[in-house]
């Protein structure tokens, strides 16, 4: 076993993983995996800079995951940064942040690459199950992008494209400031438009339609799931490899949207971080069901940073 630490830094969230790792089993032990909402992302697809009270949220979750990492004596760290600070003029401010934290600097990593690790983290356990069609179709959506990844045993062919959560709602949701308590059916079908110009891009590289299993991966799908489960609070085993039916997608995407902010905020598996985005998240879901006859979707809480952790490993 080899003692990994994994940080993957989106534009919503930060994630840490600590596992060991064993190449030979194909075995991978949680040791700790945590989640912050930082919103790294607030504001870049407007000003093109990461905002400073961004960077210094940051940069408290770094602080604390050096110590969580010092504690498990992982021997190898990889931290990886994704669509916010790829897009920002001042993303050096951000590389030097990290470096003295972390004593590593963060590889701002291509869509491509990012497509990669989530493939490998989302499919590298299911590869023995019978019961899942292939080619699968890997779908990560983050707060600024979305990753699509056809595959069978290895990467067939991916795409990222401009639409995330935290992207849809300040590009379409947010008048003078605040995010729409709940959104116009203006509002909703600009952003579904904005959903569709990306999925057409997607397919122009990746056959989305040819895909057997769809599996969804980040907050906003396994959010989704949890709703649909009715939890009385975020369950992670009860979430990865459930399945979703598009009925049941559509359902809880419509009262998302024409939800308020209170509302959303009561459900007791939303995150306090989602509670403004997760209407974008679930409709760019909804939208790629639909876009490819998916009848469900087989959530995995596992995901880029498993696959980062791997390649550490």
């Not at 045993?153 to 003078?176: F, W």
């Not at 110009?197 to 057997?212: F, G, H, K, Q, S």
């Not at 308020?260 to 998240?281: L, Q």
């Amino acid at each position: 076993m080899t003692r990994v630490a994994a940080v993957d830094c989106g534009t919503n969230s930060i994630r840490l993983l600590v596992a060991d790792c064993d190449p030979e089993t194909g075995e991978l032990v949680d040791l700790d995996r945590r989640m912050t909402i930082v919103r790294l992302g607030q504001g870049v697809d407007r000003t093109g800079r990461l905002a400073p009270e961004a960077l210094e949220r940051t940069f408290a979750a770094c602080r604390e995951y050096a110590a969580v990492i010092k504690e498990h004596g992982a021997e190898r760290l990889r931290f990886v940064a994704t669509s916010a600070s790829r897009d920002a003029e001042n993303r050096a401010e951000f590389v030097r942040g990290v470096l003295d934290i972390l004593g590593v600097e963060p590889e701002v990593i291509s869509g491509d690459q990012e497509a990669e690790f989530s493939f490998t983290g989302a499919t590298k356990e299911l590869k023995g199950s019978d019961h899942l069609a292939r080619p699968y179709l890997v779908v990560d959506i983050g707060g600024g992008s979305t990753e699509f990844v056809v595959g069978d045993d290895h990467v067939r062919a991916a795409r990222s494209v401009d639409v995330g959560c935290v992207r849809m709602t300040e590009r379409h949701l947010v008048r003078d400031g605040v995010v729409s308590d709940p959104p116009t059916d203006a509002q909703i079908a600009a952003m579904r438009a904005d959903i569709e110009a990306a999925l057409d891009l997607a397919e122009e590289t990746v056959p989305l339609r040819e895909a057997r299993t769809l599996v969804g991966l980040a907050g906003s799908v396994t959010t989704v799931s949890a709703i649909a489960q009715d939890l009385p609070e975020y369950d992670s085993q009860a979430i990865h490899h459930s399945r979703v039916s598009h009925d049941r997608v559509r359902e809880i995407t419509d009262w998302l949207l024409h939800s308020t902010h209170a509302e959303r905020a009561a459900v007791p598996s939303m995150h306090p971080g989602r509670v403004d985005v997760i209407a974008a998240g679930a409709l760019v879901l909804l939208s790629i069901m639909e876009r490819i006859g998916a009848e469900e979707v087989v959530v995995s809480e596992h995901d880029i940073l498993d696959g980062i952790a791997w390649s550490v490993a």
